[in-house]
DNA sequence: GCCAACGTTGGC
DNA sequence: GCCAACGTTGGC
């Protein structure tokens, strides 16, 4: 069964660019915790919007996740995890923040609801209508 | 630049 | 164990 998620990067930091030119990237600095259970429960294959946050505010490609979690070997003690991803697609129309607000489907949206949450769930719903949003098929 | 949300820290 | 103070994230 695959799962669908939406993890956020600051362009300025990381940006989708610099993923599809290094191919598999380690999706580390997570360091929350409700963002690293669901690091946890990533599993190979599954799909990840790439949103970028403070620039942009859009999902602007699709990642797939290469390796299930392990330690971050960027943080020092504290048992946080990284998982490996695997740029994917871009999307043909990034999706703005903006664009989802508008749509009362997607009030629910971890990404709405919890908007500090770096790594959060998207429903297997949202994927569908953000994909065709994004002139996407996945 | 400001502010809301929310996580963390430290005093009691 | 509670709660005020503070720091960080991220949208506006």
Redo the contacts with the bound molecule.
């Keep these: 069964m695959t799962n669908y998620w939406l993890i ?1 990067s ?1 362009p300025d930091a990381f940006s989708w660019d610099q993923q599809v030119a290094n191919g598999i990237e380690p999706w580390t600095g997570v360091r ?3 963002a690293k259970l669901n690091l946890k429960a990533m599993k190979k294959g599954d799909f990840c919007f790439f949103y970028h ?2 620039i942009g ?1 859009e999902i602007v490609g699709i990642v797939k996740v290469a390796k299930e979690a392990y330690p971050d070997p960027t943080a020092e003690a504290g048992g946080w995890v990284c998982v490996d991803m695997k740029a994917f697609k871009p999307l043909k129309h990034a999706v703005t ?2 664009a989802i ?1 508008l749509d009362t489907r997607f009030t629910d949206m971890a990404l709405l609801r ?3 949450l ?1 790594v959060g769930p998207v429903s297997a719903e949202h994927w569908a209508m953000l994909c065709e949003m994004g002139g996407v098929h996945v």
Excluded: D, G, V
Aim: glycine share 0%.
């Design positions: 956020k600051e929350n915790h409700t946050s403070n505010k923040l903006a607000k919890q908007s500090r770096s």
